[in-house]
């Protein structure tokens, strides 16, 4: 992992676009930047933005069946990042996140990003959450204590209301 961190495709990334920085310096707040169209690192938006889209995605308004069913259930593997080296289930283009909440199998489709930005829509429950942040906080998508206390709230809830 150090490799990874040190002398691999992360640090070979960061040095490539010095005026994009997220390892040590932090320059993506930086409205000039926002002009740039580097869509994997300068989605600007709010999180009410991305749920509406990723909720409109779930009931099945932005593409057919055909291609839900490819996206969201055909496919996913275990496969290694290849700039930062976690290991994620993927499919065709989103994550996939499963676990247990109060003795219920969760399972959530959507993206997580460095710093703990996260969309997730859960097609079973009928729930989408997405939470952005505009500092980044410690952890890796689903491990950023932030959104982990987000996600528990969430679904407290609603097992508790249902």
């Known amino acids: 992992m ?4 040190f002398n691999g495709t992360l640090s070979k990334s960061a040095a490539s676009t010095p005026f994009v920085q997220f390892v040590g310096a932090m320059t993506l707040n930086n409205p000039d930047l926002h002009r740039i169209e580097q869509t994997a690192v300068l989605g600007i938006g709010t999180a009410r933005s991305l749920a509406q889209i ?3 995605l779930r009931l099945g308004k932005i593409v057919s069946n055909e291609t839900m069913r490819k996206m969201f259930s055909e496919n996913y593997e275990i496969s290694e990042d290849y700039i930062s080296g976690a290991k994620v289930p993927r499919g065709q283009g989103f994550m996939l996140k499963e676990f247990e909440h109060n003795g219920k199998t969760v399972k959530m489709y959507g993206h997580s990003g460095y710093g703990g930005q996260n969309i997730r829509t859960d097609f079973d429950n009928e729930i989408t959450i997405s939470y952005l942040s505009n500092g980044l906080k ?3 998508g689903d491990t950023a204590r932030t959104y982990k206390r987000l996600l528990k709230a969430v679904y407290d809830t609603y097992f508790e209301l249902n």
């Open 2 to 5: 150090k490799d990874k961190i």
């Open 54 to 56: 990723f909720e409109l």
């Open 138 to 140: 410690v952890g890796f």
